[in-house]
């Protein structure tokens, strides 16, 4: 009988630290993004904002102090503000032309984008009305893009 526990007590054991794999590049505890394509405008930084302009990354930095109050992974029903600087190098992006769809980033051999499965209600949305700041103007810029799924 004891035998019989002991390997029942090693199988589960050995099953809990197969299940112990790690995010790549710390996704679990940190934001990470990349620029998945080689697409009209290039992104050279995002940082992460909670609706009350607290920086992400900071929050990180002085994760002891009375500044973290901010979740992460990201809360979903909260809005959450990308600062973005990118170069638009060639057009001027306004309503109703530019759309917005949420897509999940993912990586195997290479980096693609899945549509999330919302029955349409975040696909080719009017990206002006969404969050984005238009019109988006040619050259280096900052944005804020307001993320939120509070409505959902």
């Not at 930084?45 to 930095?61: C, K």
Request: proline content about 7%; some cysteine.
């Amino acid at each position: 009988m004891y035998s019989k526990s002991v390997i029942v007590f090693l199988a589960l054991v050995a099953a809990a630290f197969a299940c112990d794999t790690k995010w790549p590049n710390g996704t679990d505890t940190k934001v990470s993004w990349y620029q998945c394509n080689n697409g009209p405008i290039a992104f050279f930084n995002v940082t992460p904002f909670d609706a009350d302009g607290r920086s992400l990354i900071n929050i990180f930095q002085f994760s002891h102090s009375k500044l973290r109050n901010y979740e992460y992974p990201v809360h979903l029903s909260k809005p959450l503000i990308i600062k973005a600087d990118i170069n638009n190098p060639k057009t001027t992006y306004g309503s109703p032309a530019l759309k917005q769809t949420t897509n999940i980033w993912s990586w195997s051999s290479s980096c693609s984008w899945s549509s999330v499965p919302t029955f349409g209600m975040l696909k080719n949305l009017d990206a002006c009305t969404n969050g984005i700041p238009c019109p988006i103007k040619t050259g280096r810029q900052y944005l804020n893009i307001l993320n939120d799924f509070s409505p959902y």
